[in-house]
């Protein structure tokens, strides 16, 4: 396989455990097309700025130019937004795809689990059983590791992050039809 299949395949089996995690909580979850209440300007990593590059190239001249127009406004608001739904939804990164879940990470130095979950859909008493929580530190180590295969073959620094400008500058800033 080549990294950028290993890449769509750690994104199917991230968006499976996603599924997996969202059906446990799905009453909890306020998040649904048209709430873009955490797109944010974010960066990533060059693997996931070099796929959400195809996919802008890949939209329709007009949606192009929309995304033109968001960069130039520079709201601190993820410029890949048109009518507040993603336009890249298919190609969003990891970041991205988590927003709105529980989110679990391992702290070895401590021995502690920290949990960051979003305000929206859960209130700061809300219990997790651990079954219930998406721990990312294997999907972000996978990421971590394909990227820098990534870059190695790319000749480009793997500890870089890629903003969300960097990658929609090369679409045109017209305005908006």
Known sequence: MTCAQDY??????LDAEIARIGGMHAEALSCGPGCASCCQAFSVLPIEAACLRKAIADLPVVSQRWLGGNLAEDTGRCPLLIDELCSVYAARPVICRTQGLPLAYVDADREALEVSACPLNFPDEYAFAPESLLFMD???????????????????????RIPFAEIVCPCPINQRF
């Open 8 to 13: 769509r395949q750690l994104l199917a089996y």
């Open 138 to 160: 294997k999907f972000n180590a996978r990421l971590f590791e394909l990227n820098l295969i990534w870059c190695r073959i790319q000749s480009l620094d793997s500890g870089r």
